[in-house]
């Protein structure tokens, strides 16, 4: 398996426009997981799914932020309009088990300039 | 809050000697877990250790977790220049599990 997918890498966008992020899960992985690193707040999560249906966006800091799971294999992040206070890498990862061993993406380093 | 906090923030060893990182959270857990990162890149699991489990081992990962003063340690014995990482404790209650916001650890030649 090739691990969990993300793409792009790296973005750098102006301040006002749309970034959409996406992630594709290990294959039979039930749960998905965002989460935003910054070196002031560490790693916060961000919203998570269980079997594509959303169980808790808590942690989305504002209605700019959403996110998606229209099947199994694929998750976006998009947030809209993008600020410089978003700039962060954000991660994606999946578990099969609740509550246990992630695998997380290799994340997209996010500049809003 | 369910977030672990480790200590110390950074570590700074010769390579050969052991590391260890302490762990503590505030809620009861499932399991807590931990992670290690290498710079750019994303969070690599590394050890679970169970709220019914006192010690674990894994190669050079030894684990300790105290439910009583809800801590945790991991210990690397014999570190290697390529254990220069960032490591995270993360407790997990029902589906999520929280990261702490990391220890740093680095070998020296």
């Known amino acids: 398996d090739a691990g969990v997918i993300q793409s792009p890498r790296h973005e750098v966008t102006e301040m006002g426009q749309e970034v959409t992020l996406r992630c594709k899960p290990i294959s039979g992985h039930d749960y998905l997981f965002w989460y935003r690193q910054t070196m002031m707040r560490g790693l916060e999560l961000l919203i998570y799914?269980?079997?594509?249906?959303?169980?808790?966006d808590s942690g989305m800091p504002e209605d700019r932020f959403s996110a998606k799971m229209p099947n199994a294999s694929f998750s976006t992040l998009k947030i809209q309009p993008s600020e410089p206070r978003d700039s962060a890498v954000y991660f994606c990862a999946s578990s099969p088990i609740r509550g246990e061993g992630y695998t997380f993406g290799s994340g997209t380093r996010l500049t809003v300039v | 809050s369910q977030q672990g906090e480790e200590d110390p923030q950074a570590l700074s060893i010769q390579e050969g000697e052991n590391a260890t990182m302490n762990c503590s959270y505030k809620t009861s857990i499932n399991n807590l877990q931990w992670y290690r990162q290498n710079s750019g890149r994303g969070l690599v699991h590394l050890i679970l250790i169970r709220s019914n489990e006192r010690e674990k081992h894994s190669g050079r990962l030894r684990v300790t977790l105290d439910t009583s003063k809800k801590s945790s340690s991991l210990l690397i014995t014999a570190s290697r220049a390529a254990d220069t990482a960032s490591y995270f404790c993360a407790t997990a209650r029902d589906d999520k599990i929280i990261f702490g916001k990391g220890t740093r650890l680095h070998i020296l030649p």
């Open positions: 799914f269980n079997n594509n249906v959303p169980i808790d």
